[in-house]
């Protein structure tokens, strides 16, 4: 997803939407980059399940609310339930607690992000920061959505998780959505200080 913010209101912020099955990339408009109002974005890192994962997720305060976006590549193929084992995929997808994608102990990644961000003390399934799980069509997923459960300040300096199995939205604390297979920090995008760049 790349983001062109000239400043210039509304309308003057693009994000490409993905290409599937060999039709082109395309553009359309995007209500981020206003003056005064404040966007972030979370780079991914790919834990040692799916190397090849990479994308970026963006937020962006919008007097509706806060849109997130996520454009995720490298995914798994969807793999049904067997054995007693989950499904891969739909991929849960949530904020959690700590702002430091560190891969650690590659049995457990991600563990220094410690768990759901959850600062209204929900039960799994309405934390501020459970999303919508992610669905991928050949290893690419995009998605946008607007939630007014959190401003962009007060999710910057956290991360987001992308983990291996669906999100059940009901089991405690964390949907039984298995692995962490992706992780990025949340840091504030500088839209002012340079305005053209592609965020
Ligand atoms: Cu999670």
Not at 70 to 98: C, M, N, Q, T
Not at 131 to 145: E, K, Q
Not at 185 to 198: E, F, G, K, Q, V
Request: aromatic residues 10%.
């Amino acid at each position: 997803m790349y983001f062109n913010c000239p400043g210039q209101g509304w309308t003057s912020a693009w994000v490409t939407y993905p290409s599937f099955q060999g039709k082109v990339d395309g553009r359309m408009a995007y209500p981020a980059c206003p003056k005064g109002y404040k966007a972030a974005y979370a780079m991914l890192i790919a834990g040692p399940d799916y190397p090849s994962i990479t994308g970026m997720i963006t937020f962006a305060d919008t007097p509706a609310g806060t849109m997130v976006c996520a454009d995720v590549r490298g995914l798994p193929e969807y793999r049904p339930a067997e054995d007693g084992k989950s499904p891969v995929g739909p991929f849960g997808f949530h904020i959690h607690e700590g702002g430091h994608c560190d891969i650690g102990d590659p049995e457990k990644p991600f563990e220094s992000c410690g768990g759901h961000w959850n600062p209204t003390n929900q039960p799994h399934g309405n934390h501020a920061g459970d999303f919508p799980v992610l669905v991928a069509s050949n290893g690419r997923a995009w998605m946008c959505f607007m939630t007014d459960r959190f401003t962009v300040d007060e999710i910057t300096g956290r991360s987001v998780i992308i983990h291996e199995n669906p999100d059940d939205y009901r089991t405690q604390p964390s949907g039984d959505s298995g692995r962490r297979i992706a992780c990025g920090s949340i840091r504030l995008m500088d839209l002012r200080r340079d305005p053209n760049s592609a965020c």
